[in-house]
Protein backbone atom coordinates (compact mmCIF):
# COMPACT_ATOMS: atom_id res chain seq x y z
CA UNK A 1 0.00 0.00 0.00
CA UNK A 2 1.36 3.50 -0.79
CA UNK A 3 -0.08 7.02 -1.65
CA UNK A 4 -0.01 8.41 -4.84
CA UNK A 5 0.10 11.42 -6.77
CA UNK A 6 0.18 13.40 -9.77
CA UNK A 7 -0.10 16.60 -11.44
CA UNK A 8 -0.40 16.78 -15.90
CA UNK A 9 -0.69 20.05 -17.79
CA UNK A 10 0.55 23.29 -18.43
CA UNK A 11 3.57 23.84 -15.65
CA UNK A 12 3.40 21.85 -12.55
CA UNK A 13 4.80 23.07 -9.71
CA UNK A 14 6.90 21.00 -8.19
CA UNK A 15 7.17 22.79 -4.44
CA UNK A 16 3.01 22.65 -4.77
CA UNK A 17 2.76 18.99 -6.11
CA UNK A 18 5.36 17.91 -2.88
CA UNK A 19 3.20 19.62 -0.44
CA UNK A 20 0.08 18.10 -1.53
CA UNK A 21 1.38 14.64 -1.67
CA UNK A 22 2.50 14.50 2.08
CA UNK A 23 -1.02 15.13 3.11
CA UNK A 24 -0.99 11.43 2.82
CA UNK A 25 2.28 10.82 3.95
CA UNK A 26 0.23 8.46 6.90
CA UNK A 27 -0.55 6.19 3.76
CA UNK A 28 3.08 5.58 3.05
CA UNK A 29 5.82 6.90 5.41
CA UNK A 30 8.46 4.62 4.87
CA UNK A 31 9.57 6.62 1.39
CA UNK A 32 8.97 9.58 -0.54
CA UNK A 33 9.85 9.92 -4.16
CA UNK A 34 8.93 12.90 -6.97
CA UNK A 35 10.06 12.09 -10.56
CA UNK A 36 9.59 14.29 -13.49
CA UNK A 37 7.94 12.31 -16.43
CA UNK A 38 6.49 14.05 -19.99
CA UNK A 39 4.16 16.97 -18.74
CA UNK A 40 3.82 16.49 -15.41
CA UNK A 41 4.83 15.15 -12.24
CA UNK A 42 4.59 11.58 -10.25
CA UNK A 43 4.76 11.54 -6.51
CA UNK A 44 5.23 8.47 -3.90
CA UNK A 45 4.61 8.22 -0.32
CA UNK A 46 6.03 4.35 -0.08
CA UNK A 47 4.94 1.82 2.72
CA UNK A 48 7.60 -1.36 2.28
CA UNK A 49 5.19 -4.24 2.09
CA UNK A 50 6.19 -6.24 -0.33
CA UNK A 51 10.00 -5.93 -1.61
CA UNK A 52 11.40 -3.52 1.34
CA UNK A 53 14.57 -2.94 -0.56
CA UNK A 54 15.33 0.33 -2.07
CA UNK A 55 14.85 -2.01 -5.68
CA UNK A 56 10.74 -2.22 -4.57
CA UNK A 57 10.77 1.80 -4.61
CA UNK A 58 8.36 3.71 -6.97
CA UNK A 59 7.68 4.77 -9.67
CA UNK A 60 8.87 1.95 -11.83
CA UNK A 61 10.11 2.78 -15.35
CA UNK A 62 10.18 0.64 -18.33
CA UNK A 63 11.56 1.99 -21.67
CA UNK A 64 8.69 4.77 -22.69
CA UNK A 65 6.61 3.58 -19.61
CA UNK A 66 6.52 4.77 -16.34
CA UNK A 67 4.08 4.09 -13.40
CA UNK A 68 3.14 3.83 -9.75
CA UNK A 69 0.96 1.25 -8.30
CA UNK A 70 -1.13 1.40 -4.98
CA UNK A 71 -2.13 -1.66 -3.95
CA UNK A 72 -0.94 -5.56 -3.88
CA UNK A 73 -0.84 -7.74 -7.61
CA UNK A 74 -1.31 -11.04 -5.95
CA UNK A 75 -1.20 -13.03 -9.36
CA UNK A 76 2.28 -10.97 -10.67
CA UNK A 77 4.54 -14.28 -10.41
CA UNK A 78 2.18 -16.10 -13.45
CA UNK A 79 2.20 -12.65 -14.91
CA UNK A 80 6.10 -12.18 -15.33
CA UNK A 81 6.53 -16.16 -16.11
CA UNK A 82 3.36 -15.91 -18.78
CA UNK A 83 5.14 -12.63 -20.70
CA UNK A 84 8.82 -13.08 -19.93
CA UNK A 85 9.09 -9.95 -17.46
CA UNK A 86 12.48 -10.08 -15.51
CA UNK A 87 12.33 -7.67 -12.90
CA UNK A 88 15.16 -5.98 -10.78
CA UNK A 89 13.78 -6.49 -7.25
CA UNK A 90 10.83 -8.30 -5.72
CA UNK A 91 8.00 -6.03 -5.69
CA UNK A 92 4.65 -7.28 -7.09
CA UNK A 93 4.02 -3.84 -8.90
CA UNK A 94 7.00 -3.93 -10.53
CA UNK A 95 5.65 -5.60 -13.60
CA UNK A 96 3.09 -3.06 -14.12
CA UNK A 97 4.81 -0.54 -16.73
CA UNK A 98 6.44 -3.56 -19.00
CA UNK A 99 2.91 -5.29 -18.60
CA UNK A 100 1.34 -2.50 -19.93
CA UNK A 101 3.49 -2.13 -23.06
CA UNK A 102 2.35 -5.53 -23.69
CA UNK A 103 -0.91 -5.90 -23.24
CA UNK A 104 -2.35 -2.23 -23.46
CA UNK A 105 -5.68 -1.76 -22.08
CA UNK A 106 -6.01 -4.97 -21.01
CA UNK A 107 -4.01 -4.46 -18.18
CA UNK A 108 -6.67 -4.28 -15.35
CA UNK A 109 -8.48 -7.58 -16.48
CA UNK A 110 -4.72 -9.35 -16.10
CA UNK A 111 -4.40 -7.96 -12.83
CA UNK A 112 -5.44 -10.34 -9.48
CA UNK A 113 -5.83 -8.36 -6.95
CA UNK A 114 -6.53 -4.51 -5.49
CA UNK A 115 -4.75 -1.41 -6.83
CA UNK A 116 -5.36 1.92 -8.27
CA UNK A 117 -2.76 2.78 -11.19
CA UNK A 118 -1.29 5.20 -13.64
CA UNK A 119 0.86 4.75 -16.22
CA UNK A 120 2.16 7.57 -18.83
CA UNK A 121 3.76 6.80 -21.83
CA UNK A 122 6.70 9.33 -21.98
CA UNK A 123 6.88 9.39 -25.69
CA UNK A 124 3.22 10.64 -26.29
CA UNK A 125 2.04 11.76 -23.22
CA UNK A 126 -1.01 9.72 -22.85
CA UNK A 127 -2.36 8.36 -19.58
CA UNK A 128 -3.22 5.08 -18.15
CA UNK A 129 -5.60 5.51 -15.21
CA UNK A 130 -6.90 2.25 -13.60
CA UNK A 131 -9.15 1.10 -10.28
CA UNK A 132 -9.61 -2.46 -9.10
CA UNK A 133 -12.84 -4.49 -9.43
CA UNK A 134 -14.31 -2.93 -6.24
CA UNK A 135 -12.97 0.44 -5.42
CA UNK A 136 -10.60 -1.65 -2.67
CA UNK A 137 -8.34 0.98 -3.07
CA UNK A 138 -9.38 5.14 -3.05
CA UNK A 139 -8.23 7.06 -6.15
CA UNK A 140 -9.66 10.84 -7.30
CA UNK A 141 -9.38 13.24 -9.57
CA UNK A 142 -9.83 16.85 -10.28
CA UNK A 143 -9.11 19.79 -12.65
CA UNK A 144 -8.06 22.91 -10.93
CA UNK A 145 -8.55 26.44 -12.82
CA UNK A 146 -5.85 26.31 -15.58
CA UNK A 147 -7.34 23.19 -16.86
CA UNK A 148 -4.37 21.07 -15.25
CA UNK A 149 -5.08 17.26 -14.16
CA UNK A 150 -4.92 16.11 -11.00
CA UNK A 151 -4.76 12.79 -9.32
CA UNK A 152 -4.46 11.30 -5.58
CA UNK A 153 -5.36 8.47 -2.73
CA UNK A 154 -6.86 11.08 -0.82
CA UNK A 155 -8.96 13.50 -1.61
CA UNK A 156 -7.26 16.03 0.62
CA UNK A 157 -4.31 16.24 -1.82
CA UNK A 158 -6.77 17.99 -4.06
CA UNK A 159 -9.45 19.98 -2.34
CA UNK A 160 -7.14 23.30 -1.77
CA UNK A 161 -5.75 23.16 -5.65
CA UNK A 162 -8.98 21.82 -7.69
CA UNK A 163 -12.20 23.53 -8.38
CA UNK A 164 -13.70 20.36 -9.05
CA UNK A 165 -12.69 16.47 -7.41
CA UNK A 166 -14.47 13.39 -7.90
CA UNK A 167 -13.62 10.12 -7.23
CA UNK A 168 -12.38 7.98 -9.83
CA UNK A 169 -14.87 5.00 -10.32
CA UNK A 170 -13.88 1.26 -9.41
CA UNK A 171 -14.27 -1.01 -12.63
CA UNK A 172 -13.38 1.44 -14.86
CA UNK A 173 -9.86 2.81 -16.75
CA UNK A 174 -9.03 6.28 -18.76
CA UNK A 175 -6.48 6.29 -21.75
CA UNK A 176 -5.81 9.40 -23.58
CA UNK A 177 -4.47 12.39 -23.15
CA UNK A 178 -4.34 14.43 -19.52
CA UNK A 179 -7.52 15.36 -18.87
CA UNK A 180 -10.81 14.17 -17.26
CA UNK A 181 -11.96 12.80 -20.24
CA UNK A 182 -14.25 9.57 -20.95
CA UNK A 183 -14.23 6.50 -19.21
CA UNK A 184 -13.89 2.59 -20.08
CA UNK A 185 -15.28 -0.25 -18.33
CA UNK A 186 -13.41 -3.16 -17.76
CA UNK A 187 -15.59 -5.23 -15.25
CA UNK A 188 -19.25 -5.90 -15.12
CA UNK A 189 -21.04 -7.77 -12.32
CA UNK A 190 -23.10 -9.17 -14.44
CA UNK A 191 -23.48 -12.80 -12.39
CA UNK A 192 -26.53 -15.18 -12.94
CA UNK A 193 -27.28 -17.21 -10.24
CA UNK A 194 -27.04 -21.09 -11.58
CA UNK A 195 -29.41 -24.00 -10.55
CA UNK A 196 -28.28 -26.92 -8.99
CA UNK A 197 -30.11 -30.16 -8.27
CA UNK A 198 -30.46 -30.42 -3.96
CA UNK A 199 -28.27 -33.82 -4.73
CA UNK A 200 -25.64 -31.20 -5.96
CA UNK A 201 -25.54 -29.17 -2.46
CA UNK A 202 -22.35 -30.59 -1.27
CA UNK A 203 -20.82 -29.67 -3.80
CA UNK A 204 -21.57 -25.94 -3.69
CA UNK A 205 -20.27 -26.28 0.05
CA UNK A 206 -17.12 -27.63 -1.35
CA UNK A 207 -16.64 -24.92 -4.42
CA UNK A 208 -17.22 -22.43 -1.57
CA UNK A 209 -14.57 -23.76 0.84
CA UNK A 210 -11.96 -24.17 -1.77
CA UNK A 211 -12.93 -20.51 -3.07
CA UNK A 212 -12.22 -19.02 0.57
CA UNK A 213 -8.90 -21.04 1.06
CA UNK A 214 -7.41 -20.32 -2.14
CA UNK A 215 -8.56 -16.50 -1.87
CA UNK A 216 -6.95 -16.48 1.84
CA UNK A 217 -3.93 -18.01 0.76
CA UNK A 218 -2.91 -16.00 -2.32
CA UNK A 219 -3.00 -12.60 -0.30
CA UNK A 220 -1.03 -14.42 2.67
CA UNK A 221 2.41 -13.36 0.91
CA UNK A 222 4.20 -10.33 2.82
CA UNK A 223 7.47 -9.15 3.86
CA UNK A 224 6.34 -8.34 7.11
CA UNK A 225 4.82 -9.95 9.82
CA UNK A 226 1.32 -11.77 9.40
CA UNK A 227 -1.66 -9.74 11.41
CA UNK A 228 -5.20 -10.78 11.43
CA UNK A 229 -8.44 -7.89 12.74
CA UNK A 230 -10.52 -10.39 14.80
CA UNK A 231 -13.65 -9.09 15.87
CA UNK A 232 -14.66 -12.49 16.82
CA UNK A 233 -17.98 -12.72 14.11
CA UNK A 234 -17.92 -14.58 11.39
CA UNK A 235 -16.19 -13.10 8.55
CA UNK A 236 -13.08 -12.49 10.06
CA UNK A 237 -12.31 -15.50 12.00
CA UNK A 238 -12.84 -17.68 8.89
CA UNK A 239 -10.12 -15.12 7.63
CA UNK A 240 -7.85 -16.14 10.43
CA UNK A 241 -8.71 -19.87 10.26
CA UNK A 242 -8.00 -20.65 6.97
CA UNK A 243 -4.56 -18.36 7.23
CA UNK A 244 -3.47 -20.65 10.77
CA UNK A 245 -4.84 -24.11 8.33
CA UNK A 246 -2.62 -22.79 5.39
CA UNK A 247 0.76 -21.64 7.55
CA UNK A 248 0.60 -24.45 9.56
CA UNK A 249 0.77 -24.80 14.00
CA UNK A 250 4.59 -23.49 13.63
CA UNK A 251 4.00 -20.44 11.93
CA UNK A 252 3.67 -17.09 14.36
CA UNK A 253 0.12 -15.45 13.81
CA UNK A 254 -1.11 -12.60 15.56
CA UNK A 255 -4.92 -11.03 15.98
CA UNK A 256 -6.02 -7.94 16.90
CA UNK A 257 -9.67 -7.34 18.55
CA UNK A 258 -10.60 -3.61 19.70
CA UNK A 259 -14.02 -2.27 21.89
CA UNK A 260 -15.03 -0.64 24.69
CA UNK A 261 -14.79 -2.60 28.17
CA UNK A 262 -17.10 -5.65 28.09
CA UNK A 263 -17.70 -5.17 24.19
CA UNK A 264 -19.64 -8.77 23.42
CA UNK A 265 -16.79 -9.07 20.78
CA UNK A 266 -14.26 -10.02 23.05
CA UNK A 267 -15.06 -13.43 24.56
CA UNK A 268 -15.91 -14.31 20.88
CA UNK A 269 -12.54 -12.92 19.93
CA UNK A 270 -10.32 -15.33 22.44
CA UNK A 271 -12.03 -18.29 21.79
CA UNK A 272 -11.07 -18.24 18.11
CA UNK A 273 -7.75 -16.76 19.32
CA UNK A 274 -6.94 -19.97 21.43
CA UNK A 275 -8.52 -22.22 19.25
CA UNK A 276 -6.26 -21.52 16.11
CA UNK A 277 -3.44 -20.62 18.69
CA UNK A 278 -2.49 -17.03 17.60
CA UNK A 279 -0.50 -14.29 19.69
CA UNK A 280 -3.77 -12.07 20.26
CA UNK A 281 -3.69 -8.54 21.08
CA UNK A 282 -6.88 -7.25 23.00
CA UNK A 283 -7.46 -3.04 23.18
CA UNK A 284 -10.22 -1.43 24.58
CA UNK A 285 -11.09 2.34 24.18
CA UNK A 286 -13.69 4.19 26.09
CA UNK A 287 -16.73 6.28 24.44
CA UNK A 288 -14.90 9.51 25.23
CA UNK A 289 -11.51 8.40 23.45
CA UNK A 290 -13.83 7.52 20.91
CA UNK A 291 -15.83 11.05 20.44
CA UNK A 292 -12.06 12.85 20.86
CA UNK A 293 -10.90 10.82 17.44
CA UNK A 294 -13.92 11.68 15.53
CA UNK A 295 -12.44 14.68 14.18
CA UNK A 296 -9.14 13.05 13.28
CA UNK A 297 -10.98 10.24 11.97
CA UNK A 298 -13.20 12.49 9.67
CA UNK A 299 -9.91 13.69 8.55
CA UNK A 300 -8.89 10.72 7.41
CA UNK A 301 -11.85 8.67 6.11
CA UNK A 302 -12.85 11.45 3.98
CA UNK A 303 -17.18 10.89 4.34
CA UNK A 304 -19.75 12.73 6.59
CA UNK A 305 -21.65 9.08 6.61
CA UNK A 306 -22.48 8.01 10.61
CA UNK A 307 -22.15 4.54 10.20
CA UNK A 308 -18.74 4.88 8.12
CA UNK A 309 -17.55 7.00 11.20
CA UNK A 310 -18.57 4.97 13.79
CA UNK A 311 -17.20 1.57 12.74
CA UNK A 312 -14.06 3.53 11.43
CA UNK A 313 -13.38 5.25 14.57
CA UNK A 314 -11.74 1.93 16.82
CA UNK A 315 -10.42 0.54 13.55
CA UNK A 316 -8.80 3.94 13.34
CA UNK A 317 -7.72 3.41 17.20
CA UNK A 318 -6.86 0.13 16.64
CA UNK A 319 -4.68 1.16 13.56
CA UNK A 320 -2.08 3.20 15.72
CA UNK A 321 -1.74 0.11 18.51
CA UNK A 322 -1.42 -2.32 15.42
CA UNK A 323 1.13 -0.06 13.39
CA UNK A 324 3.07 0.71 17.40
CA UNK A 325 4.11 -3.55 17.39
CA UNK A 326 5.72 -3.33 14.35
CA UNK A 327 2.42 -4.52 11.44
CA UNK A 328 2.55 -3.40 8.42
CA UNK A 329 0.18 -5.77 7.13
CA UNK A 330 -3.43 -7.30 8.35
CA UNK A 331 -5.72 -9.17 6.49
CA UNK A 332 -9.93 -8.71 7.49
CA UNK A 333 -13.44 -10.26 6.97
CA UNK A 334 -14.61 -6.83 4.68
CA UNK A 335 -17.21 -7.65 1.54
CA UNK A 336 -18.84 -11.17 2.86
CA UNK A 337 -21.84 -9.37 4.19
CA UNK A 338 -22.14 -7.71 0.86
CA UNK A 339 -21.62 -10.89 -1.23
CA UNK A 340 -23.63 -13.63 1.47
CA UNK A 341 -26.10 -12.05 2.08
CA UNK A 342 -25.03 -11.15 5.93
CA UNK A 343 -26.95 -8.32 7.32
CA UNK A 344 -29.89 -8.74 9.29
CA UNK A 345 -32.10 -6.92 7.10
CA UNK A 346 -31.71 -9.47 4.54
CA UNK A 347 -34.15 -12.09 6.19
CA UNK A 348 -36.68 -9.39 4.97
CA UNK A 349 -35.91 -9.97 1.85
CA UNK A 350 -39.58 -10.47 -0.26
CA UNK A 351 -37.94 -12.58 -3.30
CA UNK A 352 -34.57 -14.08 -4.84
CA UNK A 353 -34.35 -11.50 -7.02
CA UNK A 354 -34.77 -8.55 -5.20
CA UNK A 355 -31.93 -10.42 -2.40
CA UNK A 356 -29.75 -10.70 -5.54
CA UNK A 357 -30.20 -7.28 -7.00
CA UNK A 358 -29.74 -5.74 -3.24
CA UNK A 359 -26.45 -7.79 -3.19
CA UNK A 360 -25.22 -6.56 -6.20
CA UNK A 361 -25.97 -3.04 -5.23
CA UNK A 362 -24.27 -3.16 -2.03
CA UNK A 363 -21.07 -4.77 -3.17
CA UNK A 364 -21.31 -1.67 -6.27
CA UNK A 365 -21.28 0.74 -3.89
CA UNK A 366 -18.71 -1.19 -1.26
CA UNK A 367 -16.24 1.84 -2.13
CA UNK A 368 -18.09 4.54 -0.53
CA UNK A 369 -18.61 2.83 2.80
CA UNK A 370 -16.58 -0.59 3.93
CA UNK A 371 -13.80 -0.28 1.51
CA UNK A 372 -12.92 3.64 2.23
CA UNK A 373 -13.40 3.11 6.24
CA UNK A 374 -11.13 -0.16 5.98
CA UNK A 375 -8.64 1.02 3.84
CA UNK A 376 -8.09 4.62 5.22
CA UNK A 377 -8.70 4.07 8.87
CA UNK A 378 -5.86 1.72 8.87
CA UNK A 379 -3.57 3.57 6.20
CA UNK A 380 -4.16 6.42 9.09
CA UNK A 381 -1.30 4.70 10.86
CA UNK A 382 0.28 2.98 7.86
CA UNK A 383 -1.00 -0.33 8.23
CA UNK A 384 -2.49 -2.06 4.67
CA UNK A 385 -5.38 -4.27 4.79
CA UNK A 386 -6.41 -7.21 2.68
CA UNK A 387 -9.57 -8.70 2.11
CA UNK A 388 -10.41 -12.07 0.73
CA UNK A 389 -14.07 -11.88 0.52
CA UNK A 390 -13.64 -9.51 -2.65
CA UNK A 391 -11.51 -11.76 -4.14
CA UNK A 392 -13.00 -11.65 -7.78
CA UNK A 393 -13.01 -15.86 -8.01
CA UNK A 394 -15.18 -15.37 -4.51
CA UNK A 395 -17.18 -13.28 -5.63
CA UNK A 396 -18.05 -15.10 -8.77
CA UNK A 397 -18.51 -18.49 -6.02
CA UNK A 398 -20.58 -16.26 -3.99
CA UNK A 399 -22.44 -14.76 -6.61
CA UNK A 400 -23.39 -17.63 -8.88
CA UNK A 401 -24.43 -19.96 -6.59
CA UNK A 402 -28.66 -20.54 -6.19
CA UNK A 403 -29.97 -17.38 -4.54
CA UNK A 404 -32.39 -19.12 -2.28
CA UNK A 405 -29.11 -21.14 -0.75
CA UNK A 406 -28.17 -17.42 0.81
CA UNK A 407 -31.18 -16.97 2.11
CA UNK A 408 -31.66 -16.85 5.95
CA UNK A 409 -34.54 -19.02 5.85
CA UNK A 410 -32.61 -21.85 3.49
CA UNK A 411 -30.75 -23.02 6.88
CA UNK A 412 -31.31 -23.14 10.34
CA UNK A 413 -29.95 -22.99 14.05
CA UNK A 414 -31.24 -24.11 16.64
CA UNK A 415 -34.89 -23.19 15.17
CA UNK A 416 -34.28 -19.78 13.90
CA UNK A 417 -32.98 -18.93 10.39
CA UNK A 418 -29.83 -17.83 9.92
CA UNK A 419 -27.71 -15.17 7.63
CA UNK A 420 -24.91 -16.75 5.50
CA UNK A 421 -25.76 -19.99 6.57
CA UNK A 422 -24.56 -21.42 3.20
CA UNK A 423 -21.12 -20.17 3.98
CA UNK A 424 -21.18 -21.32 7.36
CA UNK A 425 -22.15 -24.98 6.56
CA UNK A 426 -19.68 -25.06 4.03
CA UNK A 427 -16.98 -23.58 6.81
CA UNK A 428 -18.62 -26.23 9.02
CA UNK A 429 -15.59 -29.13 9.06
CA UNK A 430 -12.49 -30.13 10.40
CA UNK A 431 -12.86 -28.31 13.33
CA UNK A 432 -12.04 -25.12 11.82
CA UNK A 433 -13.74 -22.47 13.97
CA UNK A 434 -15.47 -23.22 17.75
CA UNK A 435 -19.07 -23.56 16.80
CA UNK A 436 -20.30 -20.49 19.25
CA UNK A 437 -18.41 -18.70 16.76
CA UNK A 438 -19.21 -20.48 13.49
CA UNK A 439 -23.19 -19.83 14.19
CA UNK A 440 -23.10 -16.55 16.27
CA UNK A 441 -25.20 -14.77 14.59
CA UNK A 442 -24.36 -11.11 12.42
CA UNK A 443 -23.38 -8.17 14.35
CA UNK A 444 -22.20 -4.90 13.08
CA UNK A 445 -18.64 -3.63 13.64
CA UNK A 446 -20.65 -0.60 15.73
CA UNK A 447 -22.37 -2.59 17.68
CA UNK A 448 -19.93 -5.21 18.30
CA UNK A 449 -16.97 -2.86 19.71
CA UNK A 450 -20.08 -2.52 22.79
CA UNK A 451 -23.60 -1.28 22.15
CA UNK A 452 -22.61 1.65 24.49
CA UNK A 453 -20.50 3.06 21.45
CA UNK A 454 -23.64 4.25 19.40
CA UNK A 455 -25.93 4.95 22.36
CA UNK A 456 -23.22 6.94 24.23
CA UNK A 457 -22.59 8.65 20.77
CA UNK A 458 -25.97 9.51 20.29
CA UNK A 459 -26.33 10.99 23.63
CA UNK A 460 -23.30 12.88 23.61
CA UNK A 461 -24.58 14.45 20.46
CA UNK A 462 -27.73 15.08 21.86
CA UNK A 463 -25.82 16.24 25.52
CA UNK A 464 -24.32 19.19 23.08
CA UNK A 465 -27.18 20.30 21.53
CA UNK A 466 -26.46 18.91 18.35
CA UNK A 467 -27.15 15.67 16.00
CA UNK A 468 -24.38 13.06 14.88
CA UNK A 469 -25.04 14.17 11.15
CA UNK A 470 -24.72 17.95 12.06
CA UNK A 471 -21.27 17.34 13.82
CA UNK A 472 -20.16 14.80 11.16
CA UNK A 473 -21.11 17.46 8.00
CA UNK A 474 -19.85 20.29 10.04
CA UNK A 475 -16.36 18.46 10.28
CA UNK A 476 -16.60 17.79 6.43
CA UNK A 477 -17.38 21.12 5.22
CA UNK A 478 -14.34 22.53 7.56
CA UNK A 479 -11.91 19.80 6.04
CA UNK A 480 -13.04 21.55 2.63
CA UNK A 481 -13.70 18.07 1.19
CA UNK A 482 -15.55 17.51 -2.12
CA UNK A 483 -19.61 17.07 -1.65
CA UNK A 484 -19.98 14.51 -4.61
CA UNK A 485 -17.79 11.59 -3.46
CA UNK A 486 -20.45 10.88 -0.42
CA UNK A 487 -23.23 8.57 -1.55
CA UNK A 488 -26.49 9.46 0.76
CA UNK A 489 -30.03 7.57 1.20
CA UNK A 490 -32.09 5.67 3.19
CA UNK A 491 -30.29 3.02 5.18
CA UNK A 492 -31.53 0.74 8.00
CA UNK A 493 -28.92 -1.38 8.97
CA UNK A 494 -26.47 -1.06 6.32
CA UNK A 495 -29.57 -1.64 3.49
CA UNK A 496 -29.75 0.53 0.42
CA UNK A 497 -32.95 2.21 -0.03
CA UNK A 498 -33.93 -0.97 -1.61
CA UNK A 499 -33.20 -2.66 1.19
CA UNK A 500 -35.17 -0.32 3.84
CA UNK A 501 -38.29 -0.84 1.73
CA UNK A 502 -38.34 -4.41 2.77
CA UNK A 503 -38.73 -3.80 6.86
CA UNK A 504 -41.73 -3.48 8.93
CA UNK A 505 -43.04 -0.19 9.60
CA UNK A 506 -41.83 1.41 12.61
CA UNK A 507 -38.46 0.13 11.91
CA UNK A 508 -36.06 2.33 13.46
CA UNK A 509 -34.45 4.69 10.74
CA UNK A 510 -30.79 4.01 12.11
CA UNK A 511 -27.93 1.99 10.26
CA UNK A 512 -27.21 -0.22 14.03
CA UNK A 513 -27.80 -3.81 13.15
CA UNK A 514 -29.87 -3.45 16.31
CA UNK A 515 -32.55 -1.80 14.53
CA UNK A 516 -33.81 -4.65 12.96
CA UNK A 517 -35.28 -5.42 16.39
CA UNK A 518 -37.38 -8.61 15.23
CA UNK A 519 -34.21 -10.35 14.31
CA UNK A 520 -31.36 -9.14 16.60
CA UNK A 521 -30.23 -11.23 19.38
CA UNK A 522 -28.27 -9.79 21.71
CA UNK A 523 -24.69 -9.89 22.78
CA UNK A 524 -24.14 -8.14 25.03
CA UNK A 525 -23.34 -9.46 29.10
CA UNK A 526 -26.36 -10.53 31.21
CA UNK A 527 -26.10 -7.54 33.41
CA UNK A 528 -26.22 -5.51 30.29
CA UNK A 529 -28.73 -6.88 28.78
CA UNK A 530 -30.92 -6.66 32.18
CA UNK A 531 -30.21 -2.76 32.07
CA UNK A 532 -30.87 -2.68 28.60
CA UNK A 533 -34.40 -4.15 28.79
CA UNK A 534 -34.85 -2.14 31.85
CA UNK A 535 -34.03 1.28 29.96
CA UNK A 536 -36.89 0.21 27.74
CA UNK A 537 -39.22 0.31 29.94
Known amino acids: MCGIFACFGGKCDRREAVDNAYKQNHRGPDDFCCLEVTGGLFCFNRLNVMDRTDLGRQPFVYQEYTAMTNGEIYNHKSLEAEFGIQNRGKSDCELIPELFSKVGEELPKRLDGMFATVV ?31 IASEQKCLVDICEVVEIFPPRMYYHGPPKMGKLKQWYFMDWTPQVYAVEDEEKVYDRIYDGMYKAVEKMIPCDSPNGFLLSGGLDSSLVAALARRI ?24 AVAAHIGSIHHEFTYTLQEGVDSIPQVIHKIETFNATTIRSSTPQYLMSKKIAARGFKMVMSGEGADEAWGGYLYFHYAP ?6 EEMKDKLADLHYYDCLRTNKSMLASGVEVRVPFLDPDLLDIAMTIPVKMKHPNFIKHEGRPIEKGVLRKACDRDN ?24 GLKQYYIDAGTTEEQFNMYMYKKYNFSMTTVKTGKS ?35 SEKQEMISGSE
Do not use: M
Open 247 to 270: LGPEHELHTFTIGLENAPDFKFAR
Open 120 to 150: INNKTGELFITRDHIGIIPLYWGTDTEGRLY
Open 351 to 356: NDEEFH
Open 492 to 526: VACSTPRGASWLPEGTANDESGRSVLAVHQSSAPA
Open 432 to 455: LLPKSVLWRQKEQFSDSVGYDWID
